[in-house]
């Protein structure tokens, strides 16, 4: 088969032939036909992410259908021919509250979805929401898990409540936005793009602002008609003080992620005086991806997919998403 592999820090990603995978006992043979990229992928091939171990076959996310089952795999796995998903969140443990030590995320040191097959333990392996082609359902599983945990598991984001969602155009970013959107939350958005900003109402924002405007934040309350029950943030740095001005009293600010680095000179003040909750999250629980798929399946939702690009332009995909001028998944196409 052909999987598109790194094999150095800071060097292309090279597609080549390997060995076919063969399913083990328990195991579920996959035969992938679209794959989405994460910014993991990209810090990954600039050894920006921790315990890399190469060469290796990227990739977390993928959708295609049943190929093999190897022995003993539970009755109630899917079937062969059935189209399935991949929950890329491995070994999480039997701790809701947070992750084991042995946790990992597939596509590194475990190989990945951007191959033409893969092989997974069946409880890994879920049926595709009926209503999502292979590169739209390929488009959610780290993303919508991450999004989903943040926004209800963590922040228990409640209908009625106003959301901020801050740098809207990442797959993340966006399917949170959906996801308190369909749950009955009033959303507003941040990006430095008016286009994305223009995009994610179209996506059911009420509306949204530029984090480069001066007083973004108290023009932006002024707009929603109030201050921020719940902020999901995935940047941190020095911005994100401005999301403690932003917060209601009693207001969750959730972040799963640190894109602008650390967060400088925190006033503890505002954070017990407005008796804040800061929650860290990242990735989810198996019952977190289940419940996440329920909710897509109910409310029909369809993730936001940028560019597809055919597996042998894998390179040119990470590039992309390397840029920033996405919005939504960059997804590769694989047969």
């Not at 598991?153 to 409540?161: H, K, L, V």
């Not at 155009?169 to 507003?188: I, K, N, Y």
């Not at 109030?226 to 940047?235: K, M, R, Y």
């Not at 799963?256 to 990242?282: C, D, M």
Request: aromatic content about 6%; hydrophobic content about 45%; glycine content about 10%.
């Amino acid at each position: 088969m052909q999987a598109l592999q790194l094999d150095a820090i800071n060097q292309p990603a090279v597609v080549r032939d390997v060995p076919t995978p063969t399913p083990a006992a328990g195991e579920i043979l996959v035969k992938l036909h679209a794959a989405a990229l994460n910014h993991r992928d990209v810090f990954i091939q600039q050894g920006k992410y921790a315990g890399i171990q190469l060469p290796c076959t990227l990739g977390a996310d993928g959708a295609g259908e049943v190929a093999a089952h190897g022995e003993n795999v539970p009755a109630e796995a899917p079937a062969v021919g059935t189209q399935v998903l991949i929950n890329p969140g491995l070994r999480w443990g039997d701790n809701p509250r947070a992750q084991a030590k042995d946790f990992v995320v597939l596509g590194m040191p475990d190989p990945g979805t951007f191959a033409e097959y893969i092989t997974l333990p069946a409880r890994y392996i879920r049926p595709m929401p009926a209503h999502l082609t292979f590169e739209q359902a390929a488009a959610l599983p780290l993303a919508g898990l991450t999004a989903y945990r943040a926004a209800f598991t963590r922040a228990q984001m409640q209908a009625g409540e106003r959301v901020l969602v801050t740098g809207v155009g990442g797959g993340v970013a966006l399917l949170a936005a959906q996801f308190c959107t369909a749950r009955g939350a009033e959303v507003w958005v941040t990006s430095s793009s008016e286009e994305k900003l223009a995009r994610a109402q179209t996506l059911g924002a009420k509306g949204g602002i530029s984090y480069n405007a001066e007083n973004w934040v108290k023009t932006l309350v002024q707009q929603a008609g109030g201050p921020f029950d719940v902020i999901i943030d995935s940047a941190g740095g020095d911005a994100f003080n401005s999301l403690l001005d932003a917060a209601a009293p009693g207001g969750r600010i959730v972040f799963f992620g640190g894109t602008l680095g650390n967060i400088p000179q925190l006033p503890p003040a505002k954070v017990f005086w407005k008796q804040l909750s800061l929650l860290g999250s990242t990735m989810g629980t198996e019952q977190d991806f289940e419940d996440m798929l329920q909710l897509v399946a109910e409310k029909s939702i369809i993730p936001v997919v940028d560019e597809v690009f055919p597996l042998a332009e894998g390179e040119a995909a990470l590039r992309r998403l390397d840029a920033g001028a996405q919005f939504g998944k960059v997804v590769l196409k694989i047969v």
